[in-house]
């Protein structure tokens, strides 16, 4: 049985790079169960070569598979954890239209391609266009700078993942919705590594302690220590008030304005990427982390 390759697809106003400084700090423990986890650095070849292809220049596309045969034979991997945050959206291209990351179905059609033979499992945070897009119009060359609230309202991540499972038959992707994250942390941690161990994860309360204030964090961490969680509602029960107590000032604030939103657009907005991620969870080939 080859190596699995879990490549985790960054996308805008997600988790800001506290994953992959988790997954990196986690490297010791995850190792014992054959997980490798490399810097970045040892693959940024393979990264370059893969959107090289993707963008049409099929020179280096040797390169891909080459570079994967040598992350994977330096250890002893079951499991390789890679990041490729552009690899599905390059800057400006993350919204065209009505459409989220309209690349995204064709590209991991031809990364795939690009490894044939290999299991690869994709990982995604989602997040909801009442935040992804006034994200996205703060930045000068994005695209969707313009977009209004009644046109942000038709955006559907559903309509995404529903085409890329059609481009993509038999892919497995892990989708969690960012919001949740700070509740489900250790779950994505878990997910996208594949970790099967008792032990604590070195990256398990990076998130938390950057959200939470000094005092909190300590606080909560003590309670969790004293007071071992009974089941992974009662962490996050207990994580959810936490956040609400002693949550850094702006730490869980994002800005959802735009000129000519009004709070029926931004209600619209949310209750559809509620609805659209419900569904999302059903979809086959989907894994979906909820709280």
């Not at 266009?129 to 977009?147: E, K, N, R």
């Amino acid at each position: 049985m080859g190596t699995t390759i879990a490549l985790h697809l960054g996308s805008e106003c997600t988790d800001g790079g506290v994953l992959i400084r988790s997954m990196l700090r986690s490297r010791s423990v995850l190792a014992d169960q054959s997980i490798v986890v490399p810097p970045p650095r040892h693959y940024r070849t393979l990264i370059r070569a893969a959107l090289a292809v993707l963008n049409g220049d099929t020179s280096g596309a040797d390169r891909v598979d080459r570079v994967l045969d040598e992350l994977v034979t330096s250890q002893t991997a079951e499991r390789l954890v890679l990041f490729a945050d552009r690899l599905i959206c390059e800057p400006g291209q993350a919204i065209d239209g009505q459409l989220l990351y309209p690349l995204a179905p064709l590209r991991l059609a031809a990364f795939r391609a690009l490894v044939p033979g290999r299991t690869i499992e994709f990982q995604m945070a989602l997040c909801s266009p009442a935040i992804l897009v006034p994200a996205l119009a703060a930045q000068s060359d994005a695209s969707g700078t313009s977009m209004t609230g009644q046109e942000a309202r038709a955006l559907s991540w559903l309509s995404t993942v529903t085409e890329i499972i059609r481009t993509n038959p038999g892919i497995h992707m892990t989708l969690w919705c960012n919001e949740d994250t700070p509740l489900i942390w250790p779950d994505v941690l878990r997910a996208i590594s594949a970790y099967r161990g008792p032990a604590l994860l070195d990256g398990d309360n990076d998130l938390l302690s950057a959200l939470l204030t000094d005092t909190g964090y300590t606080s909560l961490a003590r309670s969790l220590i004293a007071r071992p969680p009974v089941s992974a509602a009662d962490r996050r029960n207990r994580i959810s008030t936490a956040l609400e107590a002693h949550a850094r000032p702006g730490s869980l604030e994002m800005d959802v304005t735009l000129p000519g939103w009004t709070t029926e657009d931004i209600e619209a907005i949310t209750e559809r990427y509620i609805a659209d991620c419900a569904e999302i969870a059903r979809l086959p080939g989907v894994r979906f982390i909820s709280p």
